[in-house]
């Protein structure tokens, strides 16, 4: 299947330069609310049943080219109903745990479970407000359960978080350093774009200090938020068909908030923990510890994550404000005299940071593959589109856009190869693009030319 090696060697890379991570066990938590540790750990059960649910009604959606609808709507409709905090609080964390081995016969034989899963017997777990920066409201029932199987089933269910102190583009440096030479004045570092203008036979692009790139052709790699800021300006402007398919897919916001302590007050062997605030839900609800066994053993370092309105709420408050209120949400867990002043503080302002204005992107209901196809799509000839979210299958991970990287890359180097748009390599290599949008996906839709790399209608592994 296609895919498959670049997925190899994406882990092959992460050995070669030594990329230090650790696996996240996700089945290693425990929980809280506001009077401290609270046992509601049968509500994660709970929910994978409706999640059993949910998952095979997108594959019905996707099999019979039925309407898309939102997460809520499909756990609803599972019967998952979460009026109370705890649950909300488990929703938040656990929106697509799974475990294949608790599906009852029928539902693991039914044609629906066939369509979209890609079979395996091991509990895999995400959170769909943690992993995909949306509550279910906002996220597409169909699309976000092939992006979740199409990676973890597929691939790994393994999660591994990356700590390592020379940063996570340590294998990206690694691999630009065989063909990239020191100060190699090919590689423009901290310049910001701010203008392109294109027409079918070349490319110009101007930056902040005056410099102007000229090229027969360019691949934009701009986040999802850049485009919808407008921060960057096209002449002529780009095609509403490509603008709209722009605005309406969605970039998340997913704050990460690090205190480093003089010591560990919470239980040290734990790798999660989950917190139910009794009045707002996603409220500094998931923290993680670093001095974990295989982590940072010493550190002192707890993270708490955040998305959505409430990364939006954290990122344009002071750090002491923020501090003050994490540091109120441990006091409620583990008793305020347990817990000291921490010695460092600090957190990432995605949604303002005028390179990125978010930190990933995400499928919203409704938005069919043709949309997404527009989003994907190359402008005039001369002018292309790569990145995570123009992944259709892996949008919002980092798989996602180093397979579209290549698959951008190769199209337009036999353009470069072939002597331009008018060859004919080249003019096949052109991108599918839809001025006349359906209201669903056609099964015949799911297909390569709009960067369906995958089949979602087989199963693989036993059922």
Request: aromatic letters at 16%.
């Amino acid at each position: 299947m296609a895919g498959f090696k670049t997925a190899v060697e994406l882990g092959l890379q992460a050995k070669k330069y030594n990329v230090t991570n650790t696996y996240s066990n996700y089945s290693d938590i425990l929980t809280y609310d506001e009077t401290g540790a609270s046992d509601y750990s049968d509500l994660l059960d709970d929910f994978e049943g409706a999640y059993a649910t949910l998952e095979q009604d997108a594959g019905y959606i996707l099999s019979q080219n039925l309407q898309d609808r939102s997460t809520r709507a499909g756990l609803s409709l599972a019967a998952w109903k979460p009026q109370d905090t705890k649950k909300q609080a488990v929703e938040w964390w656990d929106w697509g745990t799974t475990n294949l081995c608790h599906l009852s016969d029928s539902h693991k034989n039914s044609p629906k479970f066939a369509w979209i899963v890609i079979a395996h017997a091991d509990r895999v777990d995400f959170g769909k407000d943690w992993e995909y920066a949306y509550p279910p409201e906002e996220s597409s029932q169909e699309f976000g359960i092939v992006n979740f199987n199409t990676t973890f089933y597929q691939y790994s269910e393994a999660n591994n978080y990356v700590f390592d102190q020379r940063g996570f583009n340590t294998f990206i440096q690694g691999e630009a350093s065989t063909f990239l030479t020191e100060d190699d004045p090919r590689l423009l570092l901290n310049t910001r774009v701010t203008n392109i203008t294109y027409n079918p036979s070349s490319v110009n692009v101007q930056t902040h200090d005056g410099t102007c790139v000229q090229a027969s052709y360019a691949i934009c790699t701009f986040s999802l938020g850049v485009l919808q800021n407008d921060a960057v300006t096209f002449e002529p402007s780009l095609p509403s068909w490509k603008r709209e398919a722009v605005d309406i897919f969605q970039m998340g916001t997913y704050t990460k908030i690090f205190l480093q302590f003089p010591y560990v007050f919470w239980p040290r062997d734990t790798q999660f923990f989950l917190y139910a605030d009794p009045s707002t839900r996603g409220y500094y609800p998931l923290w993680q510890s670093l001095d974990a066994p295989g982590f940072l053993p010493g550190s002192g370092i707890i993270f708490v994550t955040v998305v959505d309105q409430q990364a939006y709420r954290a990122e344009r408050m002071s750090d002491a404000a923020v501090q003050a209120e994490v540091l109120q949400v441990l006091y409620r867990m583990f008793g305020q005299d347990n817990v000291p002043e921490p010695m460092a503080f600090m957190f990432p302002r995605w949604s303002s940071t005028p390179w990125a204005y978010g930190s990933y992107s995400n499928w919203p209901p409704g938005m069919t593959l043709e949309m997404h196809q527009n989003l994907r799509a190359n402008v005039g000839g001369s002018l292309w589109f790569a990145g995570e979210a123009t992944s259709a299958e892996y949008f919002g991970f980092l798989h996602g856009a180093y397979f579209e990287g290549q698959e951008v890359g190769t199209k337009v180097a036999a353009c470069v190869r072939d002597g331009g748009t008018g060859s004919a390599e080249c003019g096949a290599s052109q991108e599918v693009r839809y001025e006349v949008l359906h209201g669903t996906t056609q099964p015949e839709e799911y297909g390569r030319q709009n960067g369906w790399m995958v089949s979602s209608f087989q199963t693989i592994g036993d059922v």
